[in-house]
């Protein structure tokens, strides 16, 4: 079956250090991949999408994330990290001829201590 | 544009008791999903809707739970029984249904059965 993979469950980081939370999923065809934030006691927001093009996207609050089709890994990475970057970090799927299904990673809770 | 709306925003009820969330998605997107969020599971795709017919309903739990759109401005999920175990944040999201469009998320519902 289909899945998403994040390898940390929990990460805790000092302000200004940089952040790499990876992402792994299992499809061996077309995919669209996207980053999604939760901050605390909030909804899920959009942070970043990949859908074609330059494998390098830009998000909002200065988070990238990096599309690598022959790892099947979609990681995002922050060079500094601020203490309103706590929060938990969802990566997600929707697969090719599933009619917009959205599958989700089990999450990174992301702790930046002040 | 009011995003999607989630009523009400905390339950709390008795086991055995039916309890019934709302969900009104954002003006024309025709692609609605109903996700649970807990610990130890994460977020779990129950079901989705495109066009107000239901299109993958593998994970709704069980029986109990039954989940209905009406029209293409209202949705409703219910637990009938409720049990402790479907102690959860419910988030109803919608989109545009196409590939590539991301998912809008409601507030949640905060759901607790005791």
């Known amino acids: 079956a289909q899945s998403v993979s994040q390898h940390n469950h929990h990460v805790i980081l000092s302000e200004a250090a940089s952040l790499e939370l990876g992402c792994n999923y299992s499809?061996?065809?077309?995919?669209?991949l996207f980053w999604y934030v939760q901050y605390p006691g909030q909804h899920l927001q959009l942070l970043l999408k990949?859908?074609?093009?330059?494998?390098l996207v830009k998000g909002i609050k200065g988070f990238e994330a990096e599309f690598i089709k022959s790892k099947f890994s979609f990681n995002l990475r922050k060079p500094s990290v601020q203490w309103s970057d706590t929060a938990e970090y969802f990566c997600?799927?929707?697969?090719?001829?599933?009619?917009?299904?959205?599958?989700f990673g089990q999450g990174t809770e992301l702790s930046v201590k002040p | 544009d009011a995003g999607v709306i989630q009523s009400p925003r905390h339950e709390v009820t008795e086991m055995g008791q039916e309890v019934t969330l709302r969900c009104k998605p954002i003006?024309?997107?025709?692609?609605l999903f109903w996700y649970r969020q807990t610990m130890m599971r994460g977020l779990e795709l129950l079901i989705y809707?495109?066009?107000?017919?239901?299109?993958?309903d593998s994970g709704m739990p069980e029986d109990r739970f039954s989940a209905k759109m009406p029209n293409a401005s209202f949705s409703t999920l219910k637990i009938q029984p409720s049990e402790p175990r479907d102690s959860a944040v419910y988030f109803c999201?919608?989109?545009?249904?196409?590939?590539?469009?991301?998912?809008?998320f409601g507030n949640g519902t905060r759901l607790t059965v005791t």
């Open positions: 999201a919608s989109s545009l249904g196409q590939q590539n469009s991301p998912l809008h």
């Open positions: 003006s024309g997107h025709n692609s």
């Open positions: 997600a799927v929707i697969l090719y001829n599933q009619g917009g299904k959205l599958i």
């Open positions: 990949y859908f074609s093009g330059d494998p």
């Open positions: 499809y061996g065809g077309t995919v669209n």
């Open positions: 809707f495109n066009n107000n017919v239901p299109i993958d």
